[in-house]
């Protein structure tokens, strides 16, 4: 046998042996649970988080919706912690800012009925901002985008609170979202 001969029959031998089988055709794969990183999505900028939760912010004096992603429905105070809280930077970085906290103070909220009460303790005399209304219109923009709430009342000791609307009329009235019309944009 020559050399030539052997190598054939050692290459043959080893390729029989590497173990994959060969087919008559083509056979269909299962694919394996997902999602799995790929090139195209392992950077992906996907928004993190599974329910929408609507805050509203100011730009230019203007109140404007921002759908921010997070793993559970927010319980009311939960939601109105994440507004006092602020933009965050990504959204700052947008242009987006808050009359709050400082335009209004908030101590709690709970819902009766379909409509979210909200209780403002007293302001102090260094609050010394001049945007409530677009601290009010925050809360009530931001609280009426939640499905079970149709509108927001103020309360200030458990009595209402008269708050002013994007006109400046005060209103010991339940406020909705139209309350604000004229000072609300898209995001």
């Known amino acids: 046998m020559t050399a030539r001969a052997a190598a054939a029959v050692l290459l043959a031998l080893?390729?029989?042996?590497?173990?994959?089988?060969?087919?008559?055709?083509?056979?269909?794969v299962e694919v394996p649970p997902g999602p799995f990183p790929t090139p195209g999505t392992a950077t992906s900028t996907a928004p993190a988080g599974q329910v929408d939760e609507v805050l509203?912010?100011?730009?230019?004096?203007?109140?404007?919706?921002v759908v921010?992603?997070?793993?559970?429905?927010?319980?009311?105070?939960?939601?109105?912690?994440?507004?006092l809280a602020g933009p965050n930077q990504a959204e700052r970085d947008s242009g987006l800012t808050t009359a709050l906290p400082g335009g209004v103070t908030v101590v709690g909220a709970r819902l009766a009925g379909a409509r979210a009460e909200v209780?403002?303790?007293?302001?102090?005399?260094?609050?010394?901002?001049?945007?409530?209304?677009?601290?009010?219109?925050?809360?009530v923009c931001t609280l009426t985008a939640r499905a079970e709430v149709d509108a927001v009342s103020f309360l200030r000791d458990g009595q209402p609170l008269g708050v002013p609307r994007a006109d400046g009329s005060l209103s010991l009235a339940p406020l909705t979202a139209a309350d604000y019309a004229e000072l609300t944009r898209p995001g």
């Open 56 to 65: 509203c912010f100011l730009r230019d004096d203007r109140l404007v919706p």
């Open 119 to 139: 209780e403002v303790p007293e302001a102090g005399d260094e609050i010394g901002r001049s945007d409530e209304i677009l601290a009010f219109g925050q809360i």
């Open 14 to 28: 080893l390729l029989a042996g590497c173990g994959v089988p060969t087919d008559d055709g083509p056979r269909a």
């Open 68 to 83: 921010r992603r997070i793993d559970t429905p927010p319980t009311l105070d939960r939601q109105l912690q994440h507004l």
